[in-house]
């Protein structure tokens, strides 16, 4: 039915930019709490965070509900997009939309990197760090970024690319088979945090077992554990 194709086309939708965001709200801030590192942590405000977070959910509550609102091809069946019943033309915008913000995540990561290094590399001369503490600190900073961006990449850009190329005359199956992957990215990216972060693989140990491993105690918190 016609409220069943707009229901699901939304629910996409909604996925598509709650992935999105998220992972660009934690670039940003990633990248700021770098950049400013003396300040920024005591510039973001609770009520600061509490409202990006809102302003966040609302954007993507509002592109999940655009079918809804006339992006859709209910009237012309000829210009449906494999995303039915989204157009064509809405669907390349939004295709392009992500590859430009995709681009944008890239060259702030890579930034991070650059910023992360050049600390790291301050800290070690300060502390008179062995260099091998510091590569291996690096990597595994390097390594979590590389997963979180590379696990986003292959969940969506496939579709995205998808989407530009084919309209609603292509096999459904080729559509649900890459939409599928990229509607749980947004499940992906906390469990990848999850088993990253030490003090949620901590939790665990107790929540499951009921102690903490002592390489947990012994071992430093570094900032590639964030």
């Avoid at 939304?10 to 003396?38: E, K």
């Avoid at 992500?98 to 702030?108: D, H, I, T």
């Amino acid at each position: 039915s016609e409220a069943a194709e707009l229901a699901a086309a939304g629910l996409l939708l909604a996925a598509f930019s709650a992935s999105v965001c998220s992972l660009l709200a934690i670039t940003v801030d990633r990248y700021l709490s770098l950049y400013n590192a003396l300040t920024y942590h005591s510039e973001r405000t609770l009520g600061f965070t509490c409202a990006m977070v809102l302003l966040m959910w609302l954007l993507c509550l509002g592109v999940g509900l655009l079918p809804l609102l006339g992006w859709n091809c209910l009237r012309d069946q000829s210009a449906c997009s494999i995303l039915r019943p989204v157009t064509k033309d809405n669907a390349a915008v939004l295709a392009v939309t992500f590859l430009l913000l995709f681009a944008l995540m890239m060259q702030l990561y890579l930034q991070i990197c650059k910023i992360a290094f050049r600390h790291a590399q301050q800290i070690a001369v300060q502390h008179q760090f062995i260099a091998t503490a510091q590569a291996t600190s690096t990597r595994k900073g390097l390594s979590t970024l590389s997963l979180i961006l590379g696990t986003f990449a292959l969940c969506w850009i496939p579709f995205a690319i998808y989407s530009l190329v084919a309209d609603s005359s292509y096999p459904a199956v080729y559509t649900y088979s890459l939409a599928l992957p990229a509607t749980c990215n947004s499940l992906i990216n906390p469990i990848i945090y999850a088993f990253r972060n030490p003090d949620i693989q901590k939790s665990l140990w107790l929540a499951c077992c009921g102690c903490i491993p002592s390489t947990f105690s012994s071992r430093p918190r570094t900032s590639s554990d964030v």
